[in-house]
């Protein structure tokens, strides 16, 4: 089993910064790819950005390319979120999810095993 906490959501302007962190615990010896996801009330929860075990693999939402990095510091066992140039549209709550390193696409959001308790982000225009 997997423990994911997120934090540093919050309130921030269009246009401003926040970073989202993600706190692994429990069988974090094993190798897991990291994303993270956020969902809006009513719709879907989306992909925004995923990062392989070793770091070397990303994949983003084009939504939030140039905007978003994702990265990973292994010996902390945490996964990070940094979120420029945020927009209105980015307000959601984001989630945190693991699996274990697999083959399939980093987006594949049904091949995600384990899940934060999300982490609401709210950007004012």
């Known amino acids: 089993q997997v423990q994911l906490v997120e934090s540093g959501g919050g309130l921030v302007q269009a246009g401003g910064s926040l970073r989202l962190s993600c706190a692994a615990s429990?069988?974090?010896?094993?190798?897991?790819?990291m994303g993270w996801f956020r969902q809006v009330p009513g719709k879907e929860r989306d992909f925004v950005a995923a990062?392989?075990?070793?770091?070397?693999?990303?994949k983003y939402v084009n939504s939030v390319k140039g905007r978003f990095t994702i990265s990973r510091d292994n010996a902390k066992n945490t996964v990070y979120l940094q979120m420029n140039s945020l927009r209105p549209e980015d307000t959601a709550v984001y989630y945190c999810a693991a699996r274990r390193s697999r083959l399939p696409p980093l987006n594949a959001i049904l091949t995600y095993d384990y899940w934060g308790q999300g982490t609401q982000v709210t950007v004012s225009s």
């Open positions: 429990g069988r974090t010896s094993s190798m897991y790819d």
């Open positions: 990062i392989s075990w070793s770091g070397g693999g990303t």
